[in-house]
């Protein structure tokens, strides 16, 4: 099934795709009703999706009974409005690995807050003080189940499906938050005493956290959907215009690992969402990368696309205020 959070005639609902031009509000429906939003349907696993699933079927056979939302009517909300927590994982994919100097030889990851996240079809918006910034097309994995210190093996288990993320990125904010600096460190030979280690490092707060940096749907795919998460096409276009064109066959990292890697220092609960790295890879043929892609200047939409997910689309909207001073008086 495809599940959506969306809003319509001053409600916010959630729903599940009947064809390519509508969907059937669930918010009545008793069952799924008591589970609140989106969130709260994934922690009600599978009794909860049993009924989704019978409701599907009897809107099938009898369409208007169900009285379908005609799918341009809506306003799309992210399919998990607010998810606990959001984990970006850097650098994953086979493309990326060229431009690596120096690395761990396991998956890096990241926070980014659930106020970054907007819904397909709203607005980036783009304040002239964010510099310059480009779109990260990926796969956005939804967990099902409270997980820790996972089994790679039966770390599936733990998906409750999945969606399309655009990671837009902050480059320019990223250097402005680089700092290079002398680190102190235990002394392997004598704990008592420090050393210094040269260091460079950037935060992420800023460059992946803004709002409007997060734009995620439209679709919540359950896992049954997509059967094989690593063999998706994956295409970005700006404007237009392609700049990634990739799959998910190229993730350095696959699914499984990933969640298994990440459960050893972060339990995931029901909601929270893993998106598991850009696709970089240009078009054929092509010089343009995503890293061009800069939304500062470039008219939209940004739209990603993704095998058994659908397209995400948003436009850009650019913005004149200034970075107002946040200092107190001195």
């Given at each position: 099934?495809?599940?959506?959070?969306?809003?319509?005639?001053?409600?916010?609902?959630?729903?599940?795709?009947?064809?390519?031009?509508?969907?059937?509000?669930?918010?009545?429906?008793?069952?799924?009703?008591?589970?609140?939003?989106?969130?709260?349907?994934?922690?009600?696993?599978?009794?909860?999706?049993?009924?989704?699933?019978?409701f599907?079927?009897?809107?099938?056979?009898?369409?208007?009974?169900?009285?379908?939302?005609?799918?341009?009517?809506?306003?799309?909300?992210?399919?998990?409005p607010?998810?606990?927590?959001?984990?970006?994982?850097?650098?994953?994919?086979?493309?990326?690995?060229?431009?690596?100097?120096?690395?761990?030889?396991?998956?890096?990851?990241?926070?980014?807050?659930?106020?970054?996240?907007?819904?397909?079809?709203?607005?980036?918006?783009?304040?002239?003080?964010?510099?310059?910034?480009?779109?990260?097309?990926?796969?956005?994995?939804?967990?099902?189940?409270?997980?820790?210190d996972?089994?790679?093996?039966?770390?599936?288990?733990?998906?409750?499906?999945?969606?399309?993320?655009?990671?837009?990125?902050?480059?320019?904010?990223?250097?402005?938050?680089?700092v290079?600096?002398?680190?102190?460190?235990?002394?392997?030979?004598?704990?008592?005493?420090?050393?210094?280690?040269?260091?460079?490092?950037?935060?992420?707060?800023?460059?992946?956290?803004?709002?409007?940096?997060?734009?995620?749907?439209?679709?919540?795919?359950?896992?049954?959907?997509?059967?094989?998460?690593?063999a998706?096409?994956?295409?970005?276009?700006?404007?237009?215009?392609v700049?990634?064109?990739?799959?998910?066959?190229?993730?350095?990292?696959?699914?499984?690992?990933?969640?298994?890697?990440?459960?050893?220092?972060?339990?995931?609960?029901?909601?929270?969402?893993?998106?598991?790295?850009?696709?970089?890879?240009?078009?054929?043929?092509?010089?343009?990368?995503?890293?061009?892609?800069?939304?500062?200047?470039?008219?939209?939409?940004?739209?990603?696309?993704?095998?058994?997910?659908?397209?995400?689309?948003?436009?850009?909207?650019?913005?004149?205020?200034?970075?107002p001073?946040?200092?107190?008086?001195?």
């Amino acid at each position: 099934m495809h599940l959506a959070s969306f809003r319509f005639e001053d409600r916010d609902r959630i729903g599940v795709r009947l064809d390519d031009r509508r969907l059937i509000d669930l918010t009545d429906v008793s069952s799924v009703a008591a589970t609140g939003d989106m969130s709260g349907l994934i922690r009600a696993g599978e009794p909860a999706l049993s009924h989704v699933r019978d409701f599907l079927k009897a809107a099938q056979a009898a369409p208007e009974r169900a009285r379908p939302i005609p799918i341009e009517q809506v306003r799309w909300r992210p399919p998990v409005p607010r998810p606990g927590k959001i984990l970006g994982v850097a650098l994953n994919n086979s493309a990326s690995d060229a431009r690596r100097i120096s690395g761990p030889s396991h998956p890096m990851f990241f926070l980014k807050p659930p106020t970054c996240l907007i819904g397909h079809g709203e607005d980036i918006e783009v304040r002239p003080y964010y510099g310059g910034l480009h779109p990260e097309p990926e796969l956005g994995v939804v967990i099902g189940q409270r997980a820790r210190d996972l089994d790679p093996a039966k770390a599936m288990q733990a998906v409750f499906g999945y969606t399309i993320v655009n990671d837009i990125t902050g480059n320019a904010m990223r250097a402005e938050d680089m700092v290079h600096y002398w680190a102190l460190y235990a002394r392997p030979d004598k704990p008592d005493e420090t050393e210094r280690r040269e260091q460079h490092l950037s935060y992420a707060a800023r460059y992946k956290g803004t709002d409007g940096f997060g734009p995620m749907g439209p679709w919540l795919a359950t896992r049954d959907e997509i059967p094989d998460p690593h063999a998706l096409d994956v295409v970005c276009t700006l404007g237009g215009v392609v700049l990634a064109e990739d799959s998910t066959q190229y993730l350095t990292y696959k699914v499984p690992e990933v969640l298994a890697f990440i459960s050893r220092f972060q339990t995931l609960e029901p909601g929270d969402i893993v998106s598991m790295g850009t696709a970089f890879r240009p078009s054929a043929g092509s010089t343009r990368s995503l890293h061009t892609g800069d939304l500062s200047r470039l008219d939209g939409p940004v739209e990603v696309t993704i095998t058994g997910l659908g397209t995400l689309s948003n436009g850009v909207r650019r913005t004149d205020p200034k970075l107002p001073d946040w200092r107190l008086p001195r």
